[in-house]
């Protein structure tokens, strides 16, 4: 459904930007701060097709999506000094940024907005896992995605980029359908952009790509995907300029404790991604209890369940801004006090999902249990899982 706000920059069809050079196209999606385009590039003569992200007037105005600009333009400059630093690949580049102005309204002034032209790419990771039956993927699939987001982390924190934000919405595949530009031509005037009959509102159109649940492993081999959306980010060994990171059922114990902020946290939503691949559901799924517990209080205490602790660590609570709030001297939970731990074999083995040798789950829950330390000082870092001797550390092809 289109629904753009009034602050959200109205582009159309055929309009040309940035004195001529981004022709628009269609539009590719749409979400709080921002919308997205495909343009045209006057400018390359290769990979002429480009993704045009225009925030709106509010998110121009905040310091966070604006930071997405400094962090795209660090990527872009390792990009073009490093040769043999993998993890870039997996990482989309700026081609250019620009503000855009916007005639002004009955109310306001000119209206502006940040402008971010970077690599053009398909749908989510997300969308292809819930289209699904067992809303999961292969495990050679799977293993694929956690390998090449490994990699782009690993090559963002030596950024001292922590992302905050990573979940299978904001890893999307590549353009390998339409590696050619001719290609795309003729995929784009076979499916023209369409408006809202309506609101004449473009209609969100992604570019397709050719991947299914059911694409086999061989197929598989061309598949790549990129880490996007640097609207969260944040700059690691420096004061977080939000509190609240990752998507509720991702966070890490030290974001529900407020213990510690670093790329850490990108980490544990690994493991929880993992999981979530495989098994087609949430590795938590924390529940209010209304008068007798919280939704942060479950969450911890499956976060205890699911590594094997019956007390808090210690060293995390020492230094944990939230301690008192849900814990008592010891380390207990002050309002759920029976526990019933499981582990990450057992939670896998529930869902008895097909094609997953007991081999397979023994393997998975090591690799998920390296990323889900309590501890977010002795988690794995993105460069020690990339060493590991795991298949979700290696290149499968």
């Not at 979400?31 to 495909?38: D, E, F, P, V």
């Not at 249990?369 to 309590?374: G, K, M, N, P, T």
């Amino acid at each position: 459904m289109a629904t753009l706000t009034t602050t959200h920059y109205r582009a159309h069809f055929g309009q040309r930007i940035r004195d001529g050079r981004f022709t628009v196209l269609r539009k590719l999606g749409e979400g709080i701060t921002a919308t997205t385009w495909l343009v045209r590039d006057s400018q390359e003569s290769s990979d002429k097709y480009a993704a045009l992200k225009v925030l709106s007037v509010e998110a121009t105005e905040e310091d966070g999506p604006v930071r997405e600009r400094i962090y795209l333009q660090d990527i872009t400059r390792r990009t073009q000094e490093e040769e043999d630093d993998e993890g870039l690949d997996y990482l989309p580049a700026l081609h250019d940024d620009f503000i855009l102005e916007a005639p002004p309204t009955d109310h306001s002034g000119p209206q502006r907005h940040l402008c971010l032209v970077t690599t053009l790419y398909s749908t989510s990771v997300s969308a292809l896992r819930r289209s699904s039956p067992t809303k999961s993927l292969p495990l050679y699939m799977t293993r694929s995605i956690i390998y090449m987001t490994v990699n782009a982390l690993a090559s963002l924190h030596s950024l001292k980029i922590v992302h905050t934000d990573v979940k299978l919405d904001n890893i999307l595949f590549s353009n390998a359908r339409f590696s050619l530009d001719a290609k795309l031509e003729t995929f784009l005037d076979s499916n023209p952009a369409e408006e809202d009959p309506e609101t004449r509102i473009p209609k969100s159109q992604p570019i397709p790509h050719e991947w299914t649940y059911q694409t086999t492993a061989h197929e598989a081999e061309r598949m790549t995907v990129a880490l996007i959306d640097f609207g969260h980010a944040e700059r690691a060994g420096e004061e977080p300029q939000a509190e609240g990171f990752c998507a509720p059922a991702l966070r890490p114990p030290e974001v529900l404790l407020r213990s510690g902020f670093g790329p850490a946290i990108d980490i544990w939503a690994i493991g929880c991604l993992t999981f979530e691949l495989l098994v087609g559901r949430w590795l938590f799924l924390p529940e209010d209890g209304g008068e007798d517990w919280s939704l942060e209080e479950d969450h911890l205490a499956k976060m205890m369940e699911l590594t094997g602790h019956n007390t808090f660590p210690k060293s995390i609570l020492d230094r944990a801004k939230n301690r008192e709030k849900y814990f008592d001297e010891e380390g207990n939970l002050r309002r759920i006090c029976e526990l019933i731990p499981v582990t990450i074999e057992q939670a896998m083995r529930n869902y008895k999902i097909p094609g997953l040798s007991e081999e397979d789950i023994c393997e998975a829950a090591e690799f998920i249990r390296a990323c889900l330390d309590l501890d977010d000082e002795k988690r794995k870092t993105a460069k020690e899982l990339e060493l590991d001797d795991c298949s979700y550390s290696r290149k499968m092809w």
